[in-house]
């Protein structure tokens, strides 16, 4: 990929980030009510579930998805079950346990949110499928090859850009805390996350 083209495309990259969507609703909620350090393990799931979806991009499965609507429905109800269960089981964890007694456990889940909330979105898998080949050129390789480094740059720029995100709402959050006492902030930190959970799903099924 000549220069002209790289800035095009990390150009693109940079302006679809930046725009808000689930991603960065689902690492800022995270921020907001598990801290950084939680916030930047979902960062991760979502960063290889993207992976994931510009390899199957890469085989096909995308334009698959896109030829079959019936497929793309099964997809987007069977994530849209998972955001209503995650908000379900989060709400029951912050019921059984206070935040001091969580343990190790709470990352694994917590890398699994970022994960299957993002590898189950299908607009995010279309994305690679319909964006990543306008980058692709036959005489530059083999397509497959150029669509895994391809990848790797839309992954590590998104990592970045979530990270950021993670930061600045934990810089924002404290601010904010400054000014709102613990007790007052406690009830929307229990109640953020299932919250943009149900939202997700709302927009999952709406769209």
Known sequence: MDLTLFSLYFSALVAVYLLPGPDMALV??????????????????IALSRGAHVLMSGLGLAALMAANPVLLDIVRWVGAAYLLFL??????????????????????????????????????????????????SAGHGPVLMQFLWLGVI??????????AYSLLAARIGRSIGRNVSAKAASPVKKWLLPTVFVLLAGRLIAS
């Open 28 to 45: 800022i909620a995270t921020t907001s009510a598990r801290g950084v350090r939680m916030a930047l393990i979902t960062s991760v799931g």
């Open 87 to 136: 908000a379900v089981q989060v709400v029951r964890a912050d019921l059984r346990v206070d935040a001091a007694q969580r343990t190790e456990a709470s990352a694994i889940s917590t890398f699994a949110r970022g994960f299957f909330t993002n590898l189950l979105n299908p607009k995010a898998l279309l994305f690679c499928g319909l964006f990543l080949p306008q980058f692709v």
């Open 154 to 163: 839309l992954v590590v720029t998104g990592f970045a850009f979530d990270a």
